[in-house]
């Protein structure tokens, strides 16, 4: 074999020995302490929950150290975790112990809320609780076994064979429920942003409905109030429908019967209130009027005698009657005669100062508006 083979082979081995004890360093965590990286935060807990030396510590499911030391003080367990250098940990992160698998293989897990300040640095302690356990494998097989013996064997098998009645046949619908919500998780992986946009919206509702907790518990104390009270008359609810078909078939009736009537009604009643808004004013000078002519009346009844009263009409003759341009007084007829004597136009031609009559000379029509009508009626 030539030297220069050799030479690379001897370089080789060298190499790789050197590799495989670098490797072994850094994972004991040699190269760390020679180097001075990294930095060591204590961890108290009230027990180990399962934690060994090397067991990974995570934050928020990314590692970024392990369990360099454990000892046992007056406090509980006392765990030092060597973290990596470029680590940042809120100070005030709650501290977890989780299964990795179910057969265990434990690590810490930090899980801060936000990631505010002031953060963990060398030296400093976090303390755990009985929270930051994971039950234990002894709890969960006790627990399990005596839910097992508590368990009725007719009941388990009536249990089973009802189970098995459920899924029996029914193979392509759960095929199909699996697959429908594959896809919807498909969908929301696509969707990311908008996802998380509606999980953020929907913490925004639920926040909501927290802060109105007391207004919903009030609305529902109420609901079921007014439910009780119907339950109460229910005797009375059912009296109100079985009358409400007859009492409904009563109205169709009446509005089938005011749709033929009304409108012609209304018609005539616009004609009417035309009239009325046009003399408004003198319809509010005759109810000014009125009550004082009424209350004139007891002035009327002579002083004594109660039973007959006097009304005294005088006709003021000046400015005499117009009677130029009607019928000359020979042509008068008697107030009992029916019969149309036609004379046209019948109207006052004297001209003023005279009592001029006729709907020519009647006082035009005043619109309330503010403006005259501009014409005579």
């Known amino acids: 074999m030539r030297r220069g083979i050799k030479v690379r082979l001897l370089a080789f081995v060298i190499l790789s020995a050197m590799g495989m004890v670098y490797v072994g360093a850094s994972y004991l965590g040699f190269v760390d302490q020679a180097l001075g990286r990294g930095y060591t935060v204590h961890v108290l807990l009230p027990e180990s929950g399962g934690l060994y ?182 005797a009375d609810v059912e009296r109100i429908l079985d009358r409400a078909g007859p009492a409904a078939h009563e109205l169709t009736k009446l509005v089938s019967t005011l749709r033929t009537v009304l409108p012609p009604m209304l018609l005539h009643l616009v004609n009417v209130t035309e009239v009325l808004d046009a003399r408004l004013p003198a319809l509010e000078q005759l109810l000014v009027t009125f009550p004082r002519l009424i209350s004139a009346g007891p002035s009327a009844l002579t002083p004594g005698d109660q039973k007959f009263g006097r009304v005294h009409l005088n006709l003021n003759q000046t400015p005499p009657a117009c009677t130029e341009g009607y019928l000359p007084p020979g042509q008068w007829r008697p107030t009992t005669q029916e019969s149309f004597v036609p004379y046209y136009p019948a109207e006052c031609t004297s001209g003023s100062p005279v009592n001029m009559r006729g709907m020519k000379y009647a006082p035009p029509l005043y619109d309330w508006r503010g403006a005259s009508a501009g014409g005579n009626s």
């Open 53 to 234: 030396q090397g067991s990974e510590v995570t934050y928020r499911g990314v590692k970024i150290g392990k369990v360099s030391a454990m000892d046992v003080d007056a406090d509980g367990l006392r765990v030092d975790v060597a973290l990596e250098d470029d680590t940042h940990v809120p100070a005030d992160s709650p501290v977890f112990v989780h299964n990795l698998s179910v057969v265990g293989e434990q690590y810490i897990s930090f899980e801060p809320g936000s990631k505010k300040g002031p953060m963990l640095k060398d030296g400093d302690t976090v303390r755990g609780n009985k929270d930051s356990i994971p039950l234990g494998e002894d709890v969960l097989l006790q627990d399990l076994s005596r839910f097992v013996s508590s368990l009725d064997g007719t009941e388990l098998n009536t249990v089973v064979s009802e189970l098995g009645t459920m899924f029996r046949d029914n193979a392509n619908p759960l095929r199909s429920m699996v697959d429908s919500t594959q896809k919807f998780v498909d969908a929301a992986a696509a969707n990311e942003s908008s996802t998380i946009a509606l999980l953020d919206n929907a913490k925004t509702v639920l926040q909501t409905q927290q802060d109105n907790a007391a207004n919903i518990r009030g609305f529902a104390r109420d609901l079921a109030d007014v439910t009780g009270t119907l339950a109460d008359s229910n």
